[in-house]
């Protein structure tokens, strides 16, 4: 079945250091999305791509990395520099003029 | 710039009352709407959507939801709701050109006994 995975599950990270959340989508689309998920504050977008190689600032990227060299794959890095970066984090990806699927998640949490 | 509002956070409701969700867009063209249902520690599942043609769109699990230019509302709506449906409740507008969604900041569904 097609799908999106991401992985780990569950994360956690230390002070300083950097920690990658990966997301895979076997559907074929060119489009992927990663989102930030607080409680009460529904999804905020972190970076968004449409096409490999290309990808945009959302509307809170900063202490956020990305990269889609894939089509399949579109990784996100949060930084030492993301404060306050314990959240859980959804991936998506859609195809041209169709709605996004979702990922089960990563809940980041800090040690 | 697109926004969504869902002006209730959270909804209770009797099993086998009838639901009403609300959700208030604002978008300069005519937009891209979805409902989107997420269970706790789970990703967002796709309700419905709306694209164009017959306002009154059909979705899985009985729910449906009516697109009203004049009020810039989608309202999804479920005739009986079942305890299953205890969960929470996105609205989502997107953009034609990009596919680029925003999010309202959800509605909780309680359902009683």
């Known amino acids: 079945d097609g799908g999106i995975t991401q992985s780990p599950k569950y994360l956690f990270r230390k002070e300083g250091q950097n920690v990658t959340l990966s997301c895979e989508q076997n559907?074929?689309?060119?489009?992927m999305y990663w989102y930030r998920q607080d409680p009460g504050q529904g999804l905020r977008l972190i970076y968004y791509s449409q096409i490999v190689n290309d990808f945009q600032k959302g509307d809170i990227a900063e202490g956020y990395s990305v990269s889609r060299e894939k089509k399949e794959s579109f990784p996100l890095t949060v930084t030492s520099a993301q404060k306050n970066p314990t959240a859980f984090y959804l991936c998506?990806?859609?195809?041209?003029?169709?709605?996004?699927?979702f990922g089960d998640g990563t809940r980041l949490s800090i040690l | 710039a697109q926004s969504v509002t869902q002006p209730d956070i959270h909804i209770t409701v009797s099993e086998g009352a009838s639901l009403e969700l609300r959700c208030n867009y604002s978008y300069g063209a005519t937009p891209y709407l979805f409902w989107y249902v997420q269970s706790p520690g789970q990703g967002l599942q796709l309700l419905l959507k709306?694209?164009?043609?017959?306002?009154l769109v059909q979705g899985i699990k009985g729910f449906e939801a009516e697109f009203k230019r004049s009020q810039s509302s989608f309202n999804l709506r479920k005739p009986s709701v079942h305890w299953s449906d205890a969960a929470e409740y996105f609205c989502a507008v997107a953009t034609r050109a990009t596919g680029k969604s925003t999010f309202g900041d959800g509605t909780t569904l309680t359902v009683k006994p």
């Open positions: 998506a990806s859609s195809g041209e003029n169709q709605p996004q699927h």
């Open positions: 559907l074929n689309h060119d489009a």
């Open positions: 709306y694209f164009s043609g017959d306002t």
